[in-house]
């Protein structure tokens, strides 16, 4: 089968041939049939210190994806060949306290598709049953393999109430995007989106967001003053993972507002605790990927409402063998979703 892998320790993936994988008794072989770009995927293609200190070579990636099953191993009872899938890919371990606990999404011993084990820039892949979400059939493949980055939005947003309040949503990548268009759905007052490239600016103004900040513009921490009238947003999610961002962003917070950090830092972050936090008394969330199932659940429901439409966050396609064009776009940070059709 034709496979996107990272093969050498340096900038750059290597597109070629690979057998079709073989599958365990708890896994699932699925076609793949969409697969989208993830950040953790640039990260592995440029091959920075994030890719070098967890990853083993050679490794296929790409864990965004959605697949027709093909195949499934002999303790699989729940899916069946030609069922439709999408791929949650923190793979818990089932055992631990976490997972014994509903909180497989922050199991002690997680691995991730894609990134501990091989993913799905391919036309084949392994998918372990457990992380086998069910494709309701009026979702399409494309749309499936961005519920995965979808559900962090929703996840996100999970935290807090939005309805009647004020929102503001650090980072308009797609995440950022989908947490907005949450936020909105939630019957927030506004929301307001904060990036540094029109690009992004001008898609989450597509997609519903009422205000959007251009940080290379104007200063965010006065705008947010003018706008709330010195008030302060009473939902602020942070989704930049830049270092200076978090500390603007617990600035704009209200006394009593909730934080939301999502949003990724190289390294520990100086914070003013006592004057943006503890004076405050904020609620600060911390959230990583999506709880299962009841994140997928939620994200679902919103996509089969009819009242979002999440096709216009994906604006860009790509065949797998134009891996390089691909990438090197989405390391622009000027798009939305990129999607590969192996
Ligand atoms: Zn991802
Ligand atoms: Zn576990």
Redesign the pocket.
Known sequence: MKALIKDKPARGATFTDLPTPQIGDNDILVRVCAAAI???DIHIYQWNEYAASRIKLPLLFG??YAAEVVEVGKNVTNFKKGDRVAAE?HVPCGHCYQCATGLQHICEDMKILGVHMDGAFSEYAILPAVCAWKLDPSISYEIGATM??FGIGVHAMSKTKPAGQKVIVFGCGPIGIYAQMVAKLSGAEYVIGVDITKERLDLARTMGTDIVLNAKEVDVVDEVDGITKGFGMDIVVELTGNKAVVNDATKTLRRGGDIVLVGLYAGAVELDLVNNVIYKEANVYGVTGRIMWDTWWAAQSMILSGKMDLNPVITHHFDLKDYDEALQLAESARTGKIVFKP
Do not use: R
């Open positions: 993830c950040g953790t864990h965004e890919t995965e980055p």
